[in-house]
């Protein structure tokens, strides 16, 4: 069950990706020129995106993929461009006219749906695959682990979804930026271990018949984020 807590960051983060951050996550996640902090961020991304699509079939036609927390679709695109049918989900209205602007006009046999709205939300149907990257990273992991378990009952093959790991360095860099004004900060990252969150995990009844396979962690400069792969036993 997802807390009052899980309720109240999701408020604040569709707030700061449609409002207070759009036109530098728009600015980011495009190829116009950034600074280096920004560089290192769209390197990371970049870099992490490559790999939950290796931890997918090269072959994705007629593949239902689910891309939680779609921000502005590049991962959409490529699933669909190796044939999937992708529900690409995400909170922010604003992020969600942008990527339908960027949306190419040839995917091959693949095809996008772009839609605002929850990802949890039960009536997108099933799918073959989830893939969140970088969506529940401000989640608490109770919550990252609740999610998870909604998510799972309607997946046939794979969850893929990345996590904060807890590092000396991204501790370092989450305390920096508390002293940022509260107007300009992200929400707050919840860093976890890779161990407690497989504890959690393993105690969620509903991911009971599902394995934790490949991992990666990535590190570029201020992005530091890891991968992680559960597939149905």
Request: hydrophobic letters at 45%.
């Amino acid at each position: 069950m997802l807390s009052a807590a899980y309720q109240l960051r999701r408020g604040q983060i569709e707030n700061y990706f449609d409002r207070v951050a759009a036109d530098a996550w728009a600015r980011l996640t495009s190829d116009a020129p950034v600074g280096g902090i920004r560089a290192t961020v769209r390197a990371g991304r970049d870099a992490m995106r490559a790999t939950l699509l290796e931890y997918l079939p090269q072959d994705l036609r007629g593949r239902r993929i689910l891309d939680a927390g779609c921000g502005t679709g590049a991962f959409a695109v490529e699933a669909a461009r190796r044939g999937a049918h992708v529900t690409a989900i995400d909170l922010s209205p604003t992020l969600i006219q942008l990527a339908r602007d960027r949306l190419p006009q040839r995917l091959g046999v693949g095809e996008i749906l772009f839609t605002v709205g929850d990802m949890l939300d039960p009536s997108l149907g099933r799918f073959d695959h989830v893939v969140a990257m970088d969506s529940l990273i401000h989640y608490r992991v109770g919550d990252t682990v609740a999610a998870l378990a909604q998510l799972a009952v309607r997946v046939d093959r794979s969850l893929l979804f990345t996590f904060a790991p807890r590092t000396k360095l991204l501790t370092a860099m989450h305390a920096a930026g508390r002293l940022f004004p509260r107007a300009n900060r992200a929400p707050s990252i919840e860093p976890v271990s890779e161990k407690t969150l497989l504890r959690h995990m393993d105690a969620a009844p509903t991911l009971a018949n599902w394995n934790a396979g490949r991992t990666r962690r990535i590190s570029r400069g201020f992005y530091i984020s890891q991968a992680l792969e559960v597939v149905r036993a």
